[in-house]
């Protein structure tokens, strides 16, 4: 698997806030104190797809990240993240070509700095991408080489939409950002706690379908302290789809396209469900571990299930 250096082992002194190393150590920079905290973090998912209740591909995806954790007299500034490994497999196999640029380019492309909200915790801005572009343009012409014997048309053509697509996406920090926003990573690790106490409350959220295109849901949640002592809080989080997000008659239609096909059966009810639980060490207020499960489904028909765990482990 291809790796990229994110964290320069050498940086002069104006650029500290982002060394990697001593990430204890606070210095004394322009009055300003600088200093880091750095995490690794594991993460694996199980996506499981299913028609009329018999399961017909799953895929997993393992993960380790390196979060660096950026302060300027002691607040919190930025977050830095290093993808070290990306390993997708799919049963039965299928794609393999377009998953292993995929990964790469999941790889180049989370080797970033973002910044947050101040008010809610979500990430909003990316601050350093330098490494990420100059990456990506080592990637693109060693992407371009290894497939250049490639005589087939349509392959070259796929290679070369997926060259253009990624490359608009690197290139555009808007795009950018609403890609990460529906890593479920990213969105465990921007959230509310970096900038404020967890407690009880409720919210809307918006999620993406995997069944119809990547529509936009609203998802109704409510959030529970479930365990709190001196070290550690744990939350539960529940969501219900609020129904009047959905556009039913385009669903009809797209899984007439998309899935009657091969189900048989004609559209019944679409549901989404959404369960988090979330482990908060308070001393070093950072999340320790995570789960979050989905399952958005046509009733009887169709059935996507993602089950994914994040998990803090030694350095």
Sequence with gaps: MSRFKFFDEEK??????????????KIKTDQQKVSVKR???????????KFNGQIINHGTTKQEFVVQKNFLDENLKSLQFELVENVIKFEPPQLQTAISLLCDFDIIKSNIELGFDAKTGRLNQVLNKEGVLNAWEDYKKATIKAYSFVKSTESQQNIQLFINKAEEQINNDSLLLSDFETKLFFDI?????????????????????NLFDYRK???????????ESSELIKMKRTGT????????????KQYDEKFKPYVGFSFS????TYNQNFTINKEENVISE??????????????????????????
Excluded at 13 to 23: C, F, I, K, P, S
Excluded at 189 to 209: H, N
Excluded at 218 to 223: C, E, R, T
Excluded at 241 to 252: A, G, W
Aim: proline share 0%.
């Design 12 to 25: 002069d002194n104006d650029q500290l806030l982002h060394v990697a190393q001593n990430e204890n150590n």
């Design 39 to 49: 995490y690794r973090y594991r993460v694996e998912q199980l996506m499981i797809t």
């Design 189 to 209: 690790i921007f959230d509310r706690y970096l900038v404020q106490e967890e407690g009880d409350l409720a919210y809307d959220k918006e999620f993406i379908s």
């Design 217 to 227: 849901i609203n998802i109704h949640i409510g959030q529970f302290i479930i365990m």
């Design 241 to 252: 789809l609020d129904q009047r997000s959905i556009d039913k008659d385009f669903m009809v």
């Design 269 to 272: 009810s679409y549901n989404y």
């Design 290 to 315: 995570a789960n979050i499960v989905l399952v958005e489904e046509i009733k009887n028909n169709v059935q996507i299930t993602v089950n994914y765990d994040l998990k803090l482990v030694e350095l």
